[in-house]
Nanobody, 120 residues
């Protein structure tokens, strides 16, 4: 069993910053690509950023230059530093990870989400 647990969401004013964390725990041999997605009310879930085990990153155009994704492989943790936040960044942010389990299965897991609210 593998769990992804997000933390760091909250309420912030426009222009402010937040740092999200997502820790993977459980029967993990290694974590491959990990990422962040978000879902705003009434909208579909969308990609925010991903990072491979080798630190290759990919960002949605809407967050490039403002958000930075990083990871600590020793802790199976991925981070999302969000700067210059805008009201349109308001959403539930979900962590996603492709994990190799200890019995050598490759599975994708999702966290339960953390709410980010940006006030204008």
């Amino acid at each position: 069993q593998v769990q992804l647990v997000e933390s760091g969401g909250g309420l912030v004013q426009a222009g402010g910053s937040l740092r999200l964390s997502c820790a993977a725990s459980g029967s993990i041999f290694a974590a491959n690509t990990m990422g962040w997605y978000r879902q705003a009310p009434g909208r579909q879930r969308e990609l925010v950023a991903t990072i491979t085990r080798g630190d290759v990153t990919n960002y949605a155009d809407s967050v490039k230059g403002r958000f930075t994704i990083s990871r600590d492989n020793t802790k199976n943790t991925v981070y999302l530093q969000m700067n210059s936040l805008r009201p349109e960044d308001t959403a539930v942010y979900y962590c996603n990870g492709e994990v190799i389990t200890r019995d050598y299965y490759i599975r994708t897991y999702w966290g339960k989400g953390t709410l980010v609210t940006v006030s204008s």
